[in-house]
């Protein structure tokens, strides 16, 4: 694993035995005896001996465990969020962890490691930094308040300017709406803009034009050729979005 210049001021990338000033080392939760996590952020295995096909029982010296940098490009900044991984081997299964929710798990709150609903951050946005201090625990939406917070997002949909958007005319389903013989009284772009318009229910009209019911309010629906569309194909002319290159 190549190490940047930038990555070097940080302890996961010190794999030396010695311990580091202020380094506290504890069990990581499940995996007593065997793997240790320290405040620092750093991950060992211990001295153990494991079964082996061939060999029996077989010795395992300890040591610090390397870490895979993750990097999740976010398009909206044109930059990477960065995730720590480290794996451990236990009894032949492979266990794969962020290493600050280890961290927080031996440190603060053992029961971490076995809930989804909770995720660990780094509070300085700083995902190589994995010092206990610099680590907090918030659900997936208070993840998502954050991340609006320091603007790594776009707002949500219905805190932006909806003149921006333009109307999915690809997605609609065109229907008539017809007596009981057929004639056509009214055609819709959309059954939502029916719904829209007359009152009508959403659920109702999509069953009566799927054949389920025979009529909806007393009339007959039955879904329209897409040509009713054209109008608004021409006023909504489709667009490629360019995708933009990650960052070298």
């Known amino acids: 694993m190549s190490i940047s210049p930038q990555q070097k001021e940080y302890p996961y990338t010190n794999r030396g035995p010695a311990k580091l000033s202020g380094e506290l080392w504890k069990d990581i939760p499940g995996f007593e005896g065997s793997f240790q996590v320290s405040n620092m952020g750093r991950v060992r295995s211990l001295d153990r001996t494991v079964l082996h096909s061939r060999c029996g029982i077989q010795f395992v010296a300890g040591r610090i465990l390397s870490q895979k940098v993750k990097r999740h490009y976010n398009r909206f900044t044109n930059d990477f969020v960065i995730i720590l991984q480290v794996t ?53 939406s208070g ?61 109702g009209i999509i069953a009566a034009a799927k054949g389920r019911v025979k009529y909806y309010k007393g009339f007959k629906w039955r879904y329209a050729s897409r040509k009713v569309l054209e109008p608004f194909k021409k006023a909504y002319p489709l667009t490629i979005r360019k995708r933009q290159r990650r960052p070298e």
């Open 143 to 203: 993840k998502q308040r954050l991340i609006m917070e320091r603007g790594r997002t776009a707002l949500v949909f219905a805190e932006r300017d909806h003149t921006q958007f333009k109307p999915t005319y690809a997605l609609w389903k065109p229907v008539h709406r017809c007596t009981s013989r057929g004639k056509i009284l009214a055609t819709y772009p959309s059954i939502m803009e029916a719904v829209r318009k007359e009152g009508f229910g959403e659920k």
């Open 88 to 140: 451990l081997m236990l009894d032949n299964h492979r266990y794969e962890y962020g290493v600050r929710r280890l961290v927080y798990a031996a440190f603060k709150e053992s029961g971490l490691l076995k809930q989804s609903t909770r995720m660990a951050i780094a509070k300085d946005g700083d995902g190589y930094n994995n010092r206990l201090s610099n680590i907090e625990v918030m659900t997936n």
